[in-house]
């Protein structure tokens, strides 16, 4: 099964409607967490010297794609070495005025 990692630089609760939006896409597109996609989570809680050990850590997991939230878990999804730098995402959502 391919693992997606998901590298954000805030706590879980900071960006848990990133996650949901993010999981909606990948559902709208066939892939549906648990059954045919892994998604490994990883949060520095606001601690960015640990991005680069976390993006290492998801890419010792298996995900051969990053995903990161943030311009510092982005920066540091650019970095790895063994990540072709077309595999790393940054993900961008951008609320609408008037949405909630």
Same mark, same amino acid.
């Given at each position: 099964m391919p693992v997606i990692g998901f590298l954000s630089g805030g706590s879980q609760?900071?960006?848990a409607?990133? #996650?949901a939006e993010f999981a909606q896409g990948l559902k709208e597109s066939g892939? #549906?967490?648990?059954?045919? #996609?892994?998604i490994e989570y990883r949060y520095a809680n606001g601690q960015y010297d640990r991005l680069p050990t976390l993006a290492t850590e998801l890419l010792g997991r298996g995900a051969g794609v990053l995903v990161s939230s943030g311009p510092q878990a982005a920066l540091a999804a650019r970095r790895q070495p063994r990540l072709c730098l077309s595999c790393s995402l940054s993900l961008l959502i951008r609320s609408q005025p008037g949405s909630s």
């Open positions: 609760g900071s960006v409607h990133l #996650v892939y #549906v967490e648990g059954q045919n #996609v892994t």
